[in-house]
C-alpha cells in the first residue's frame, strides 16, 4: 500500500479522528497516487495514523480507519452491520410503519463517501467519492450478506454524485436484482420513489421528522409547499387536517409524482392543487391566502465558493414569505446546504424578518434524523437546518 506523509502537527486533527486529510497537510508520498487508491497515512516522526482513499481536491483523502486492518468484504460487512444494527436500535429498520430510511450516512457511520438509502426491499447506492465507486461491488457483496433476506435488489446511482474529473464513464443501474419504481411507506403513508431518473436516491428520507411534526401544526390551516419534489410534506399535512394544500416545484415531473402521492394517500381529495413554476415567481404573484409555509428549497451552496449568493438566497425567499403569510402564520424554512452553518443560517432568517418588519417567534429549532447520525468527531456532517417560526 502507497504511503503518504504528512507535514509536522498536521496529524493532530487525525489524532481527535477527524476522517479528513486535507491536500495543504500533505509533506510527500512515496509514489504516484491515482484517485480512489487505498492509502496509508504517516505523520512527520514516521507513525502510522490511518487508511484511507486518495481523492483529488481540497480534501485529498477521506480515512476509512484508523487501525492497521485489511480494507476487504469483512471490513464492510463489519461497518454496514453496525450501521443496519443503529437503524434497528432506533426502530427504523424493520418497522411495520416505515420501510424508508438511510442506512448509511457517510462520515456519520465511519464510511465517507457512501451513502445507502433503503426503500422496501430495495437498497440505493450512492458513492461521493472515487474510492467508494472502485470498492461498490465489495461493499454490495457485503451489502447482501448483511441485509439478507431484508432486500431483494442494489441499485447503484452515482453519475451525479462523482467528480465528473475522474471519467469514469459510471452508469446507473442495478448491481444486484432489478425491478420497476416502487412505492414505499413513511409512518404509515406511502409514496413513489424514483430511482431511476428522481433527484438523489429517489426521496428525501432527511425530513421524516420534520414533516411528522408539520402534521400537528397542519389542522384547519392553509398550506403552501415550496420546493415540494414529490409532495411529502403536503401529503403529512392533509392527513393532519389542513382544510387546503398547494404544492409548488419548478419541476413538472416533481408535481406529476406529487399528485400521484396524493392520489396514492388521499384519491379523489379536493384540498390538494399542485404548481409547477419558479419558487419566487410563485411568491410574488400569490396573495395572502396561506397561514402555513414550508420552504425547503434544494441547497443553495454546494460548496463553500457559493457561500455569500447562498445567505443572499435564504434571505430573500424568506423575507417574501414573511411578507406574503398571513398573521398567526407558522413557517418551516430549511437549508440543506452543509457549507451553510446553523448560525449562518439563522442569521439570515433573521435578516429576512427584520426586513419584512414582522414579529417573530422561533417555537423550534430542527435538524436531520437519527439514521442521518453525525460523528462527533466530524462535526461538518450536520447538514440540515431548520426552524418552525410563529408569524405575529
Not at 491536500?23 to 497516487?33: E, F, P
Not at 403513508?189 to 421524516?208: A, I, S
Not at 409555509?293 to 441547497?299: R, T, Y
Not at 426586513?355 to 447520525?373: E, F, T, Y
Request: proline share 3%.
Amino acid at each position: 500500500m502507497k504511503k503518504i506523509y504528512l507535514k509536522r502537527g498536521k496529524d493532530e486533527s487525525l489524532k481527535r479522528f477527524h476522517p479528513w486529510v486535507f491536500s495543504g497537510a500533505i509533506a510527500k508520498a512515496d509514489a504516484k497516487i491515482e484517485e480512489g487508491e487505498l492509502i496509508e497515512i504517516i505523520n512527520s516522526d514516521n507513525e502510522f495514523i490511518a487508511i484511507g482513499h486518495a481523492q483529488i481536491g481540497s480534501i485529498a483523502v477521506r480515512v476509512l480507519t484508523f487501525k492497521r486492518e485489511p480494507i476487504n468484504v469483512a471490513f464492510w460487512e463489519h461497518r454496514l452491520a453496525v450501521a443496519y444494527d443503529l437503524r434497528r436500535s432506533i426502530g427504523l429498520a424493520e418497522s411495520e410503519n416505515t420501510n424508508a430510511y438511510r442506512l448509511v450516512h457517510g462520515e456519520g457511520d465511519n464510511l465517507p463517501g457512501l451513502i445507502i438509502d433503503v426503500y422496501d426491499r430495495t437498497a440505493v447506492m450512492q458513492a461521493h467519492s472515487v474510492g467508494m465507486h472502485v470498492c461498490r461491488m465489495e461493499i454490495a457483496q457485503a451489502l447482501q450478506k448483511v441485509m439478507a433476506g431484508v432486500i431483494d435488489n442494489i441499485y447503484y446511482k452515482s453519475e451525479t454524485t462523482l467528480p465528473y474529473k475522474a471519467e469514469l464513464g459510471q452508469e446507473d443501474g442495478y448491481i444486484v436484482g432489478g425491478g420497476e419504481e416502487c412505492v414505499a411507506r413513511e409512518n404509515g403513508l406511502l409514496f413513489h420513489v424514483d430511482w431511476l431518473q428522481g433527484q438523489k436516491t429517489g426521496f428525501f428520507v432527511d425530513q421524516r421528522d420534520n414533516r411528522s411534526l408539520l402534521e400537528k401544526f397542519s389542522k384547519g390551516r392553509s398550506v403552501l409547499n415550496m420546493f415540494c419534489y414529490t409532495g411529502g410534506f403536503s401529503f403529512y399535512a392533509m392527513r393532519g387536517g389542513a382544510k387546503l394544500v398547494h404544492s409548488v416545484d419548478s419541476s413538472q415531473r416533481a408535481i406529476d409524482l406529487t399528485n400521484e402521492n396524493v392520489q396514492l394517500n388521499f384519491p379523489g381529495d379536493p384540498r390538494h392543487e399542485a404548481y409547477a413554476e419558479d419558487a419566487f415567481k410563485y411568491l410574488d404573484r400569490m396573495g395572502d391566502q396561506y397561514d402555513l409555509i414550508i420552504l425547503d428549497p434544494p441547497a443553495f451552496a454546494k460548496h463553500r465558493d457559493a457561500l455569500r449568493n447562498a445567505l443572499r438566497g435564504y434571505t430573500r425567499i424568506n423575507a417574501k414569505a414573511f411578507e406574503k403569510i398571513k398573521p398567526g402564520g407558522i413557517l418551516f424554512t430549511f437549508s440543506c446546504s452543509q457549507a451553510v452553518n446553523k448560525d449562518q443560517f439563522r442569521l439570515a432568517v433573521f435578516t429576512a424578518a427584520a426586513q419584512s418588519g414582522r414579529n417573530v417567534k422561533i417555537l423550534h429549532q430542527l435538524h436531520q434524523p437519527a439514521d442521518h447520525p453525525i460523528n462527533i468527531y466530524h462535526p461538518e456532517g450536520e447538514y440540515l437546518k431548520g426552524l418552525v417560526l410563529y408569524v405575529e
